[in-house]
């Protein structure tokens, strides 16, 4: 069995991402909250791949979707199936 060589992992840290593209911290949290930047989160772990960095300076883009898509479709439940009307029909 060989080691994992962690260190070339495309998968960077906030921390890796600010260091890469030259910006504040504080920078790239605010553009992973705002969805500007591609990112992969899960719980409360954000990893950005360098690839998409990369492929995402390139083309410019102000708003992506994150990578990463629920592992679950949502299911509807019988009460969003139901229109929603306002609690005093009067107004």
Do not use: C
């Not at 989160?41 to 990369?54: C, N, T």
Request: charged letters at 25%.
């Amino acid at each position: 069995m060989t080691d994992l060589d962690f260190s070339r992992s495309p998968w960077l840290t906030p921390e890796e991402t600010a260091d890469y593209l030259g910006v504040a911290l504080g920078t790239i949290r605010n553009w992973t909250s705002q969805r500007h930047i591609p990112h992969v989160k899960l719980g409360r772990v954000v990893r950005f791949h360098k690839d998409e960095l990369d492929s995402w300076l390139r083309s410019g883009k102000r708003n992506v979707l994150t990578l990463l898509t629920p592992a679950f479709p949502k299911v509807q439940s019988s009460n969003e199936s139901q229109s929603i009307s306002p609690r005093n029909e009067n107004i």
